[in-house]
């Protein structure tokens, strides 16, 4: 067949549509807090209200129970969440921070929130998670704690990584935005580090519009996580040691809060979480046996003794076998009508805010900071495989959602294939 970027009949000429993974049953928890009239639970004063309302609550308990987990702090968002995460581990001014720049910009953000100077670290080139090997020559005496991302569905080399952050005495994040209810091990992602932190904005797995969770099974940070979340100046001096332990005589807090519309939602999408990701499977499963025997691409590599959930379906692109570009290749898949897109995200450090090493004022915290005098590193080639991955390899296709079915998976198998089948057309 004829490619359609040469005038030929494209494989799929309607839209792919929005994912949607609610029903009636958030509906209904929707209206029941609607006519209940309190829509938030939250008051930012000492009483047991400062923990959030009943839904909210009920939303927490449920998570800490689905994922094994002693405590969950919900809030507004996953930004929120590391904000939260990163002051609970009290990182600030002097302090570094590794993080890998294959990442939402967030991730990297919640440490310039505290002043404190992330040190970028590059990634596997097989399953885009930050490289534990490459973790320890990163290492400094301001080094306090890392950040790793459970990208695109699966997990990191948690175990690994938190063998280096034992030995080195640092701290762990998991950022499990795009894995809630992977597994690695026997157990969920983000329940292996300090703390664990997700996602339920519109985009992900399951959602309630906007809105994040922070895990941990260490009391004094879920309390501290609680107060970040809550306004915890205003809780300073507080007799109910709920709020403020004697030994914290100072803390800066944030409207974090999840509203009781959100958490009534949120909590009708952790009952349909594993059915929901068993249907991205399922898509994902059929695309890759159908693509598994084309040398120009491969498809994504799983952990050992880990799952996959497929927030993201990426390929590696190879384009000394194809004999063209990725961005011809991109560019004929899209005329074919499959919106399959190249690269991720830009590694983060190339970003201005990093080129030009200014998060406020006079380029702090990167320069002019009084507890930092070293001179960060940011220049590209900084980190390797995460810009040859953005600029020549991955491919991204994010179709597997509801209510997309085996037919629309068939369009988009049928799609690269035809233009694989057509390379030399291309050439």
Same mark, same amino acid.
């Given at each position: 067949m004829k490619l359609a970027l040469h005038g030929g009949t494209p494989?799929?000429?309607?839209?792919?549509?929005?994912?949607?993974?609610?029903g009636?049953?958030?509906?209904?928890?929707?209206?029941?807090?609607?006519?209940?009239?309190?829509?938030?639970?939250?008051?930012?004063?000492?009483?047991?209200?400062?923990?959030?309302?009943?839904?909210?609550?009920?939303?927490?308990?449920a998570w800490s129970k689905k994922f094994n987990i002693k405590h969950s702090i919900s809030c507004n968002s996953a930004t929120s969440a590391l904000i939260m995460a990163v002051g609970a581990l009290e990182i600030g001014p002097g302090d570094e921070v590794i993080v890998p720049p294959y990442t939402m910009s967030a991730t990297s953000t919640a440490i310039l929130f505290y002043n404190a100077i992330p040190i970028f670290v590059d990634i596997e080139d097989d399953m885009f998670c930050l490289d534990a090997a490459k973790i320890e020559e990163a290492i400094t005496p301001n080094t306090k704690a890392i950040i790793t991302v459970d990208i695109h569905g699966q997990s990191s080399n948690?175990?690994?990584?938190? &063998?280096?952050?034992?030995?080195?005495?640092?701290?762990?994040?998991?950022?499990?935005?795009?894995?809630?209810?992977?597994?690695?091990?026997?157990?969920?992602?983000?329940?292996?580090?300090?703390?664990?932190?997700?996602?339920?904005?519109?985009?992900?797995?399951?959602?309630?519009?906007?809105g994040g969770i922070a895990v941990t099974n260490d009391k004094e940070l879920a309390l501290r996580m609680s107060l970040i979340r809550n306004h915890a100046e205003a809780l300073v001096g507080s007799e109910d040691e709920r709020f403020v332990p004697k030994s914290l005589v100072n803390m800066l807090g944030f409207n974090f809060r999840m509203t009781e519309i959100e958490a009534s939602i949120a909590i009708e999408q952790l009952k349909k979480l594993d059915i929901l990701n068993a249907h991205?499977?399922?898509?994902?499963?059929?695309?890759?046996?159908?693509?598994?025997?084309?040398?120009?691409?491969?498809?994504?590599?799983?952990?050992?003794?880990?799952?996959?959930?497929?927030?993201?379906?990426?390929?590696?692109?190879?384009?000394?076998?194809?004999?063209?570009?990725?961005?011809k290749f991109i560019e004929a898949l899209n005329k074919e009508g499959i919106p399959i897109w190249g690269g991720y995200l830009k590694p983060l450090y190339l970003e201005p805010l990093y080129q030009q090493k200014i998060a406020y004022k006079d380029g702090y915290p990167f320069v002019n900071n009084a507890?930092?005098?070293?001179?960060?590193?940011?220049?590209?080639?900084?980190?390797?495989?995460?810009?040859?991955?953005?600029? &020549?390899?991955?491919?991204?296709?994010?179709?597997?959602?509801?209510?997309?079915?085996l037919d629309d998976a068939k369009d988009i198998a049928g799609g690269i294939l035809k233009v694989i089948e057509n390379l030399n057309e291309l050439r």
């Open positions: 494989i799929r000429t309607k839209p792919f549509p929005l994912s949607i993974t609610t009636n049953e958030e509906v209904e928890a929707g209206i029941k807090v609607l006519k209940s009239g309190l829509l938030s639970g939250f008051v930012g004063s000492p009483s047991d209200e400062f923990f959030g309302g009943k839904y909210v609550k009920e939303l927490e308990t948690i175990k690994e990584i938190m &063998k280096i952050a034992k030995k080195h005495n640092l701290k762990v994040i998991s950022d499990s935005s795009q894995a809630p209810g992977a597994k690695i091990d026997g157990a969920f992602v983000g329940t292996l580090a300090d703390i664990g932190v997700f996602s339920l904005n519109r985009h992900k797995n399951i959602q309630c519009g906007e991205r499977l399922k898509l994902t499963n059929y695309l890759h046996d159908k693509l598994k025997d084309q040398d120009i691409l491969t498809i994504p590599k799983v952990r050992e003794n880990a799952t996959h959930i497929y927030y993201m379906d990426v390929y590696r692109f190879d384009e000394k076998k194809a004999g063209i570009n990725r961005a507890h930092y005098t070293k001179k960060v590193n940011y220049n590209k080639g900084l980190c390797p495989v995460a810009e040859r991955l953005y600029e &020549k390899e991955t491919i991204v296709n994010i179709f597997n959602y509801q209510p997309l079915n």
